[in-house]
């Protein structure tokens, strides 16, 4: 599943507590097909703050993130991370690494 750094972990509860969302709300993670560049199949993944996670999805523990079931396989192997800046923050994802890699940033 979905590892997450500290700062994605603060990041993401700082987002989804704000005081105009319900207690309920996630970080939601899905996946985007694109076929439209002509280099072939991509896939693009998206974040969105909804009202409370998809009976479907998959849910981080004690985190309030959710992953869409066709976005999980694809992110089994990821590290969420986030860099602030200034008011906004900007999400990194990486290749956890394995007993011999060194990490590789998307």
Known sequence: MLAMTPEAAQAVEAIVDRPDLPDSAVLR???????????????????????????????????????????????????LDAEFEGDGVRFNLYRQPGDDDEPTWR
């Open 29 to 79: 993670i899905t996946t985007l097909h694109s076929t439209g560049n002509g280099a072939g199949p991509s896939r693009d993944l998206q974040l969105e703050i909804v009202p409370e996670a998809p009976e479907e999805d998959l849910v981080l523990e004690d985190l309030p993130v959710s992953v869409e079931p066709d976005a999980a396989g694809f992110l089994s192997d990821k590290v």
